[in-house]
């Protein structure tokens, strides 16, 4: 295994307890974004080689694989090749390789080896919301650009961060959740995260020469049958964020004190789910093709 730098950004850990939190994320997201692993303006029967850049567990080029064989199957001549990029290979499962999928460790904010230029119709990445500052994403997307075949897909989905502090009705503003989300969202944004990454994403994607660029917002609170998950996610999601943050921030003292602060904040948003109040917050999708 490979360690990551001391300074990595990144906020959230890499154990079993997180690793199972990402696949279990990984479902949520791609119901809240319609269903579709594959934005449905990508043609899947032309999607012959896939790269997902930050794969973690790899569970959504899992997922793809699975949904492709069975809806696309192709014959020996020409199989299709699916490859995993991340920093750490802290998440891969113990069978890569074994699969039919490939993983290598790669920082994206360095250029990808040459053997991976114009090699793959569709380049996957989710949620760097935690781990990537905002002057980096158009050094992200301009070092993705080449992993493309020409008239090859970027597809890009990641977290609107001040959504999640609008559309709150006003009885609810001196409730424990919104001073908890207000920590969480302000402290990133205070260690230069982007409070607006799918815009970010899109405006980079603009910036390094791609076309047909879309950018759609799935939003929490259009998805009313989804309300027990929402309420699921965000917990999850809190309770590694609120220790990084309490930690980072020498809000905590020791470890039991940091245990102390965190637990009082995930109290708090179960007092205030069990009052009435559901989370708001947007899923962004970029959809850009290489000309």
């Known amino acids: 295994m490979t360690a990551v730098p001391e300074n990595e950004y990144y906020l959230l850990g890499r154990n079993s307890v997180e690793t199972q939190r990402l696949d279990e994320q990984h479902n949520f997201l791609t ?10 303006s990508i043609s899947e029967d032309k999607i012959f080689s896939i790269a997902d850049v930050a794969t973690g567990t790899g569970v959504w080029l899992r997922d ?24 750490s290979d802290a998440q891969y499962p113990t069978n890569q390789g074994l699969d039919g999928i490939n993983y290598s460790l790669h920082d994206c904010l360095k250029p990808f080896p040459v053997e991976h230029h114009n090699r793959y119709d569709l380049v996957h990445v989710r949620l760097l919301v935690a781990a990537i500052k905002e002057t980096e994403f158009k050094l992200i997307v301009a070092n993705l650009k080449p992993l493309l075949k020409r008239g090859g897909y970027l597809q890009w ?6 959504s999640f502090l609008t559309s709150h009705e006003p009885k609810y503003d001196s409730f424990p959740t919104i001073q908890t989300l207000r920590l969480c969202i302000e ?75 965190t637990q009082s904040h995930l109290d708090g948003l179960r007092t205030s789910f069990e009052r009435g109040l559901a989370p708001n917050g947007a899923m962004g999708m970029v959809i850009a093709r290489k000309e």
């Open 157 to 162: 989905e990641d977290l609107d961060l001040k």
């Open 187 to 261: 402290t990133q944004i205070g260690y230069d995260a982007s409070p607006h990454v799918p815009e970010t994403v899109a405006d980079a994607a603009r910036e390094n020469g791609f076309a047909d660029v879309i950018h759609i917002l799935y939003n929490t609170k259009d998805r009313p049958e989804m309300a027990e998950q929402v309420l699921n996610w965000v917990s999850k999601v809190m309770a590694p964020l609120l220790r990084a943050i309490l930690g980072r921030t020498g809000r905590a003292k020791n470890e039991e004190d940091l245990q102390a602060h």
């Open 64 to 87: 793809v694989k699975a949904h492709l064989d069975s809806t696309h199957p192709t014959g020996p001549s020409k199989p299709r090749y699916y490859h995993g990029f991340d920093l």
């Open 31 to 40: 119901d809240l974004c319609g269903g579709s692993l594959i934005s449905k």
